[in-house]
Every structure is written in C-alpha cells, then in structure tokens.
C-alpha cells in the first residue's frame, strides 16, 4: 500500500513536471521568436491567436501531420532511433531539479518530497551522464542520414559535446566542493540566506559560471555554438533530412536541453528556489505557508533570465567557426575551469579548517 | 527483486557483448556496446554504487563511445567479414570458458564460496556496504581512493599521463610529417 | 596616332595587323594575329609605358560571311595609367583556335571558358575549357553564333536532359542513368589524372554545396573537395539561372533591353540600368541634360546603398549574426518606398532611359531622401557597433579570404574586392561619369584584402554614397530629365494622345526602336559588386549585333578556387558573402 502510494506520487510528479516542460517547450518556440522579432524590429508570429499566442499549437499541428519521409539511402532503424535518443535524456535530467523548497508532505503516512521528483544523491552527476548520452541522437541521426551535410553535422556535433561537456563538468566542480554534495537538493540549500549567499557571489564562482553558462550554450547547440547545424553551412546539419515528427522531436529535446541547463545554471548558482532576500516577502505578508508559491515563483524567473539570455546571444553574436571553437574550448575554457577548481579547493581547505 | 534485477541485467550485458563482435556493421556494434554500458551501470545501481554508475555512463558512454562513433564514422568502415572467418577460433574459445564457468559454478556450490553470488557478497560485507549507504557512497569512493588505495590510484594517473605524451606525440608527428614534401 | 599603338605596331611588326583609334572616343584598337595573341599579351601587361595589368574582359562576335567568322576581343585596362585597349583577333570558321592568356591574366579562366561555351572557339593550352553557363552534356550547339536561332533550336521541353512533366516519377534515381555513363562531376580535367598518381586520395570528401543551398545566394553550385573540414579544391559550377541576355538583346531594340538588364544584379537594378544607358549613349554620341544627370547620380548612390545593405545583412546571416539581417532590410525598405514613389517598382525599377530618365523628382521626395540621410549614419554607426566590437566577427572576416593585391588585378577583381585589397580603383573615379566629378567624395582602400576589409570598404562606400547624395540634391540643377534628340527619344506622353505628329513619332521609336550608327564600344560603370561593362557592337541597326556583358560577380567567381583553398567550410559562405555574388547577374 505504501509502495503504491509512494508510486502513485511519484507518477503524479512525473507527469506534473512533464506537462511544465513540455508546454514550456512549446511556448519557448513561441517566446524566442518574439524576442527576436522585437530585438530586430519587427513584430514576429502574430496570424494565430491574439499576438500569434496559438502559434506553438499552429507548429506543432503542421509537423504531426507532415508526411514522415526516410530517405531512400537512409539507415531507417538508426534514422527513427535518433530522436528518441536526442529527447529522453533531455527530458530524463529533470528527475532531479528542485523547483521549490525541501519540504516534505505526509500523504496517507507516506512521506514525500513534493517539489522534486527525485532526491537522489548523485542528482548532479545523474543530469551530466544522460546529457552525454544526447549527442548520440545528434550523431546517429547524422550518419543515419546518408547525407554528407548530416554526416558532417553529426561530426562537429560529436566533437563539440565531448569538448563542452568536460568543461561543464569542471565548472561546477567548484560549487560541488563548496555545497559538498552532489545532490541537487543539497546544493540548493545550502545557499539559503540571501543572494550573497548564493555560490555564484557567496562562493565566488564566478569564474565556474561564466564557463558554465559558455558551455551550456555551446551543449546545447545554440548559437554561437550552432556549428552543428550552422543554416549557412551545413543546410540543417543533422537534422537536414528530418521532417515531421521526427523534427519535432530534434526541436523538442533543443529547447527542453535550454530549459535543463538553465534550471541547472539557477539551482547550482543562484540558489534555485532560494530567495534573493534572507527571508521570503510572502513571509512579510502575513502568509508563511505560502512559501513555496514564491520560492517555486523564484525559480521560474531563474530560469526564464538564464532562458532569455539564450535568445538575447543568439540576436546578438555572430556563428563562431569549428576550429575557433576548439581552440576555445580546450585553450581558453578549460583552463580557467581547471585554475577554478584548483582555487576553490585550496581556499576551502584553509577555510574549513578547525 | 533484486536477483530478477541481476539476472536481467546479466543476461543483456552478456547478449549485447556477443552482438558487439557479431554485428557486421560498426554502427551497431557501437549501439550494441552503448546498450551493455547502460545495463553495466544498472549493476552497479542495484549495488548501491549509484556514483559508479553515472560515471561509468559519463565516461564509457558519454565520452570514450562517443570517440569511438567518431573514429567509426570518419573512417567509414565498410563491412567487415573478418570475423565470420575466426569462427574456429571462437568455438575452441568458447568452450573453454564454458568450461571454466562449469568448474566456477561447481566449486561454488561444493566449496560454498563467498566469491559467487550477490547475496553471498552482501552478506560477507554487510558493515561495510551499511556504512558506505550511509555516509554516501561517492564519499565511501574517495575516501578509498585516496587511503588504501593511493598508491594504485597514482600508477594509474601515471599510466594515464604516459599515455597522453605519447598520443600527443604520435598526433604531432603526424601533423609534422604530412607538411614534409 | 597614339604613342602606345605606334610603340606596339614597331614591337610586333608582322603579328599586329592594324592599329587605329575608334570612334569618336578615341577607343585604342589593335588587330592582331590569332598565334600571337599570348606574346602580345604579356608585352602588354609587362612593358612600362603599356602595363595592361587587368583583363577586363574576352569578347567573341560571330560574322558568319567574312572569310574569318568568328573575332575574339580583350578588351585591357591599365590601372597605373589608367587607359584602355582593344585587342582584336580573328578566327576562321574551320578552325576556331587560340591560344590561351591564362597564363597572362589568370582572370582569364572564366571568361575563356565563356567564349568557348557561347561561341565555341577552343583556347589552346587552357587549363580547364568546359562548358560554364551551358549544361555540360548540352550538345546543341553554341548559343551566341549566328546560325544559333534566338528562340532556341526546338521546343524546349524536347531536351533530353530536362525531366518531363507528364511521364510518372522516376522511383529512384540510380538506374536511370547506365553505370558505365555515370560519371561523377569532373574536378579535374583529364589531362590532369594521367600518371600513377591518384586524382583523388581516399580520405577526401567530395561535397556538393548548392545549387540549393542556404547560403549560396541563390543557384550557384560549388563542388568543394575536403579533407576534414578544409577545403583542397573548390570548383564552382555555374549556369543555373543563365537567361542567354546577351543573345535575347540581339533580337531586341535597344530600348527593350533595358529591363533585361534589371534582372542582372536585381538587388540594385538601376546600376544595371545605368550602365547599360551609358553605353548605348556613348554609341550614339549622346549628351544628357544636367538635372538627368544629377538625378542619375543620386538614384544609382542610392541603389548603390540598397545593394550593400543587402550585401551587409547576408553576409552577417550567413556568419550567424541575423540581427543586422533585419535591421538593414529595415533601411532597404524606406529606400524600396522611395523608388516606389519615383518610378512605381521595387525591384526592377526600369527607370532610366536612353537620354536622361523616367520622372523626375518630386519635392516630397526630395524631403524624404534628406530625411533619409538624417539617420542614416546612425544606422550605419548601430551595424558597426554591432559587428565591428564583436570579437567573434572579427575572428571570422579578420585574415579570411584573403587576396593580394597583384593578385586581384591579375585576376580581373573590381569593386569593393579589388579595393579592399588595397587598389583605389573605381570606374567612377578613373572614368568619371554623371555628376560624379561634381561632388566631393572619397575612394575607400582596405589595407590586407580581407574578408573583414572588404567589410570596412563597403561601410564606407554607404557613407561615401550617402555624401555624393546630400551633395546631388544640394547641386541639383534645374531643367529637363531626358535629352532632346527626336531620334532618340519619345515626345512626352502628354502630347502622343492629342497631337498627330507626337503619336507618329511615339509609335516609330517604339516600334522600329532608333537606328545607331555603325561600329563598337565598351562603356564600365561602377556597380555595386564591381565594373559592371557593356561592350555593343553596332551594325548600324536598331538592334545590337552583339551586346556583351561584363559581369563582376562572374569574373570575380572566377578567384573562388584561389580564395577558398586552405580555409573550412565555414569560411566558403565567408566568401560567398564578401563578393556579394548576385546569380543573375552570373549567369546572365
């Protein structure tokens, strides 16, 4: 009995959470296209809807019902396997985000966390493992194409999210030592009390952010990392020969990849839920048992600044070539995440020590 | 639950590895090995070694694979039949590990050996597996790593550092001898 | 008779035939022998006092009843001297064969390749002579001759290389053609791939970029050899918008090809329109009215400015940066409503006419051009910003692409590609025309020949053009728009419903078009890509005998190969972008 209720609530997360992604999917098509569109003076998606607010459903419609083609010369079981491999670990990583306080609910004697589906204590490692597995879906569909634009797509793709993922992985090292923890929820409350509280000032990882916040970009294939499908180059990169569903699905694990990066960027150095005050205003209110309405409010406007600050780069900076973004990488980010770690390490040291 | 879990995964490491060196094309035998990662790293979970388990996903599936791919698709290998021709080889192989496998499996039950068994190995090391569930089992890891087990774990860097001087120096000679005439 | 042509006639005493100045512009012309060609040739280029260090342009005209048919003319430049030359040689029809300049002037690949494709002279020794603008499988003859019928031989649709409409699909694409005639596309000619060396090593990648593709700027087709991502070779293949213009005007008066030319470089159609006036002006010995050419000046800096916006927002996409994208098609739009106002079109505008111009201008429209030029350094000083501080964009034009100077001359590059490596050449300077030497203005000159000066060159040359306007509607004289020569010229379209003699006259011009006198003349204007020439051989009719188009996005796609190699792949749509190709006026 208890199982299933434990079960039961877990689904319920589950599916909570998926609907929250999902529709922020969608309607993250629709935001970056009006914020370009009003970054470049223009005015965007506006036939579907009031201010073309039914846009997202108006896409979405198209590509379910668009014919669903295999090239001829294509690998069809690799073909169709690919955005299944790009989309569930995109959606699979935010098992772990917290998105509201540690609080924890009693429901028919069972105990349950209600704002995080999973608290388990590798949260951080378990998010970076299956963002690996992503670049599969990108190179499988890549050489299962049968096109050399895809091949050479999947490629740089390769290349590149081997590159970028070392350095995320190294920028974060530095708050991992600071929270001692690996779990998401730990991390996040450690850095209660105030934005000066927060690893990314408190910690002074400023250093890992920035690195972190470069390579997000560049994992998730946005520009000025977009060398993977780069439009001028390389037609679509890897996804040139995709339509239909199978686009879709490419589309959805892009944007649901933006939204896990910046949930992570808000929880690892913002503080997640945390408010940027020592206390909740909601506190100041008079209703302290709304807390989490404002801390889960916290969040979302987080990640919606990391969300925004995609689309702001993306108007802004110009494609960066395959070899300068090498060199980046390896040259520039590495080493600073390395200097980082090794910096943090040694002031933790001599600060903990009794 | 838990020996249902074992055998699954068991039984899908040991099909998929057959299948890495049977598939004809590359490709496959790449996603067959990327599935055996993934059931080695189930293992590890139900053993409690989740931190184990993510890192071999990071970097067997997430990195060296991935370089694999690469390689795989750079070079374009066409099918390679070589195997079908070693199939004398493989049988004599075969059966001598199916031979070693009897005899392990017979002296198990007749020596009633720790070494065979997960509920046998739980049950020889419970403390110790009780007090790494408690104190976090990627803290347990380092703790190990760099106490008892320093001395292994330097070899190894160093092993690893040997090996990276030497393919950056492979590379650049390389490069060096492509730009003589 | 003029010093270089006496000091020619001394050096090649047998092999130069004759020498005389042409017309009453005083075109120097020398008639030489068709072996001799490449001797005289470098003379040309290497001696002091000659230095014909560009090829403008190869010329081939078909006179199918002289006893040699066919005369083949480059026409040189000298851009220390700042003179021009005619070098003629003819050719009989047995043997239509002459030796290559390749080797001369490089620039000289395309354009040989041309002559051999429209007329089908061969060019000895020439590295690479294929079909260019044709199919290379096309075997109905060569377009340009004479005996070449202008509607085409046969219906079109009878080709046999062209998929039929009404016959069902071909389900795949690999048996339709036999195996043993399935030739992949030939990168190197088959002199080439004698010897034991392998044409290609195992490791490269053939790569097919266009003819549809994102960032090709329309149909061109480039076949990039790669090894990894660098590109080995690259060979662009043209062709596929080509509209055979030159052989469509032969059978046109000369009025009716004024909105042929708007479809060459169509991003700024008047220049077109401009230089093709200009050079029919110049056949009939024509002066425009002051105002005409004021307003002339002012519509072509401002189509000038269109095409460089344009040219500015591409090449930023194709580098990633799509913001600027939108905001100079923001300026391209005001400027559109202008010409809206003016002469009714956006795009093709057709609003030059042979003696002066369309319409005049209007004081509303006047107030919206200063207005115009109110913000429009602004605007330019915003892209700037945008890109020049942006280190990524540097990174990517800064040392990409890069062309020496010798070599852009060598190579017959003009415009902005030839500036920005550092030559002041501008036909509007060196040749001045309009009101171009009645306004203060400056030549712009990169300094390494980069893809990023090339950039610079260009956001100056909008600043310079915006100048030449303010000063242009300042100075504007008044008085009539087009020239008063009843031959030429219609009467105003008032008169042709009320009065007899207009209406006669009206329906004569434009149906029998105006008679030119006998002879021949090449006229460059300053386009937006580069020197934009028509050269126009005159039988005395209404109609060219032959019209041939100087194109300078085709010659400058002739220096792809040069410029591409060694860089990524990312860098080729870098270079698609810094010539600011445009496909119709390529293929032509």
């Avoid at chain 1, 296209?33 to 108006?58: N, T």
């Avoid at chain 1, 690893?199 to 060398?227: C, K, M, W």
């Avoid at chain 3, 003819?90 to 300049?101: C, F, G, K, S």
Wanted: with cysteine; glycine share 8%.
């Amino acid at each position: 009995m208890e199982l299933m209720i434990f079960a039961g609530a877990a689904l319920v997360k589950i599916a909570m959470v998926m609907i929250v992604v999902l529709l922020t999917v969608a309607f993250l098509t629709l935001a970056e296209r009006k914020v370009l569109s009003w970054m470049q003076d223009r005015m965007g998606p506006m036939e579907v809807g009031p201010y073309g607010i039914l846009q997202p459903i108006a896409d979405g419609l198209k590509l379910f019902f668009k014919e669903d083609i295999i090239p001829s010369g294509a690998n069809w079981l690799l073909f169709s396997l690919a955005p299944i491999l790009s989309v569930v670990p995109a959606l699979i990583g935010f098992a772990v985000i917290p998105y509201g306080p540690n609080q924890e609910m009693e429901i028919f004697g069972v105990t349950i966390k209600p704002f995080v589906i999973t608290d388990i204590n590798i949260g951080i490692l378990y998010i970076l493992a299956f963002a690996s597995i992503g670049a599969y879906g990108i190179i499988l569909g890549g050489w299962a194409s049968n096109n050399k634009y895809s091949l050479l797509g999947g490629l740089r793709a390769a290349a590149q999210v081997i590159s970028y993922e070392l350095n995320i992985g190294l920028a974060i090292i530095g708050v991992i030592i600071l929270s001692g923890s690996l779990s998401m929820v730990k991390i996040a409350e450690g850095q209660a009390g105030g934005f000066w509280h927060w690893y990314l000032f408190g910690g002074l990882q400023i250093v890992g952010f920035v690195v972190y916040v470069i390579s997000a970009v560049a994992e998730t294939n946005r520009l000025p990392f977009d060398l993977a499908e780069a439009e001028s180059e390389l037609v679509a990169g890897w996804m040139t020969e995709y339509s239909g569903m199978r686009f879709a699905f490419f589309f959805m694990a892009e944007y649901a990849n933006m939204i896990l990066v910046s949930c992570i960027a808000a929880v690892l150095f913002l503080g997640g839920y945390q408010s940027p005050f020592p206390h909740y205003i909601i506190e100041y209110l008079g209703f302290p048992g709304m807390k989490w309405v404002e801390a889960v409010v916290w969040f979302t406007v987080k990640v919606y600044f990391f969300l925004f600050l995609f689309f702001w780069i993306r108007a802004t900076l110009p494609r960066l070539r395959y070899d300068q973004l090498m060199r980046f990488g390896w040259k520039v980010l590495l080493p600073l995440a390395l200097a980082n770690v090794l910096i943090t390490s040694i002031v933790v040291y001599f600060v903990r020590q009794p | 639950m838990e020996t249902v879990a074992f055998f699954y995964f068991a039984a899908v490491i040991v099909l998929t590895a057959v299948l890495v060196v049977a598939f004809r094309n590359p490709i496959y035998s790449v996603i067959a090995l990327l599935v055996m990662f993934f059931h080695v790293a189930g293992l590890f979970v139900t053993l409690h070694a989740e931190f184990l388990a993510a890192v071999q996903i990071v970097v067997y599936a997430g990195a060296i694979l991935v370089l694999y791919l690469f390689v795989v698709m750079l070079l374009n290998l066409k099918q390679d039949d070589s195997y079908q021709r070693q199939v004398g080889w493989g049988i004599g192989l075969g059966i001598v590990g199916l031979a070693e496998m009897i005899y392990l499996v017979l002296s198990a039950q007749v020596g009633n050996s720790p070494a065979i068994g997960t509920a046998a190995l739980q049950a020889s090391a419970s403390p110790k597996v009780a007090a790494i569930v408690t104190r976090g089992n990627t803290e347990a890891i380092g703790y190990m790593l760099y106490t008892k087990y320093l001395f292994p774990f330097e070899v190894a860097s160093l092993i690893l550092l040997v090996a990276m001087i030497g393919a950056i120096l492979l590379a650049k000679k390389g490069v060096l001898g492509m730009k003589e005439p | 008779m003029h010093t270089l042509l006496a000091k020619l006639k001394d050096r090649f005493p047998d092999a130069v035939l004759a020498v005389r100045e042409e017309g009453p512009y005083k075109d120097l012309v020398a008639q030489v022998k068709a072996p001799a060609v490449p001797d005289i040739a470098r003379f040309l280029r290497d001696d002091g006092e000659m230095s014909f260090d560009m090829l403008s342009d190869i010329c081939s005209v078909d006179y199918p009843e002289d006893e040699d048919r066919f005369e083949v003319i480059y026409l040189l430049k000298s851009l220390p001297h700042n003179h021009r030359l005619r070098m003629k040689a003819r050719l009989p029809e047995d043997a239509p064969v002459i030796p290559t300049v390749t080797p001369i002037w490089r620039g000289a690949n395309f354009l040989e390749r041309e002559v051999y494709d429209m007329m089908g002279i061969r060019f000895e020794g020439h590295p690479d002579l294929r079909r260019i603008l044709m199919p290379e499988d096309y075997e109905e003859g060569f377009p340009l001759r004479k005996d070449f019928p202008v509607e085409g031989k046969g219906w079109r649709t009878t080709f046999p290389f062209l998929p039929k409409l009404d016959e069902p699909a071909v389900a795949s694409s690999a048996e339709e053609v036999p195996a043993e005639q399935q030739r992949p596309f030939l990168i190197e000619s088959e002199t080439e791939s004698n010897g034991d060396k392998p044409v290609r090593r195992q490791e490269e990648l053939l790569l097919n970029m266009g003819p549809q593709h994102p960032a090709t700027h329309g149909v061109l087709r480039v076949v990039l050899e790669l090894e990894g991502e660098r590109i080995v070779k690259a060979t662009p293949d043209l062709g596929y918008l080509h509209r055979g213009v030159e052989k469509l005007s032969e059978a046109l008066t000369y009025q009716q090809i004024i909105p042929h030319t708007d479809r060459l470089d169509y991003v700024c159609s008047m220049l077109n329109n401009y230089a093709f006036v200009r050079a029919v002006e110049k056949l009939l010995e024509l002066t425009i009215p002051p105002r005409a050419e004021y307003i002339r000046t002012t519509v072509a800096e401002m189509q000038r400015i269109i095409g460089h916006l344009f040219w500015l927002g591409t090449q930023a996409l194709d580098i990633g940066a799509m913001t600027v994208f939108f905001w100079t098609f923001r300026e391209r739009e005001v400027l559109l409503d202008m010409f809206e106002k003016l002469c009714g079109a956006r795009l093709t505008l057709n609003y030059y006419r042979v003696g002066g111009v369309d319409s005049d201008f209007t004081p509303d429209l006047v107030q919206k051009m200063q207005a115009f030029l109110d913000t429009f350094p602004a605007h330019i000083a915003e892209y700037d910003e945008l890109l020049r501080t942006n280190r990524i964009w540097l990174s990517r034009t800064k040392n990409v692409a890069v062309l020496s100077a010798p070599d852009a001359i060598n190579f017959g590059a003009t415009g902005p590609v030839l500036r920005g490596s550092g030559v002041a050449y501008d036909v509007r300077k060196a040749e001045p025309y309009g009101a171009y030497d009645k306004v203060e203005w400056e030549v712009p000159v990169g300094k390494n020949g980069d893809t990023y000066d090339r950039y610079w060159v260009r956001m100056e040359e909008m600043k310079q053009s915006s100048r030449i306007i303010r000063q242009c509607l300042q100075q504007l004289p008044e008085g009539p728009i087009i020239a008063d020569a009843p031959q030429i010229v219609p009467p105003p379209k008032a008169n042709v419903m009320r009065d007899m003699q207009s209406h006669i006259h009206h329906f004569i011009i434009f149906t029998l078009g105006f008679k030119t006198p006998k002879g021949e003349t090449y006229c460059a204007s300053e386009g937006a890509k580069g020197e934009l020439g028509f050269f126009i051989v005159s039988d005395g009719g209404a109609r060219p005998y032959r019209m041939k188009i100087r194109a300078p996005s085709f010659v400058h796609l002739g220096v792809f190969d040069h410029m591409a190699r060694g860089y990524l792949i990312a860098d080729v749509v870098t270079i698609f972008g810094t010539y600011d190709v445009v496909m119709g006026e390529v293929d032509r």
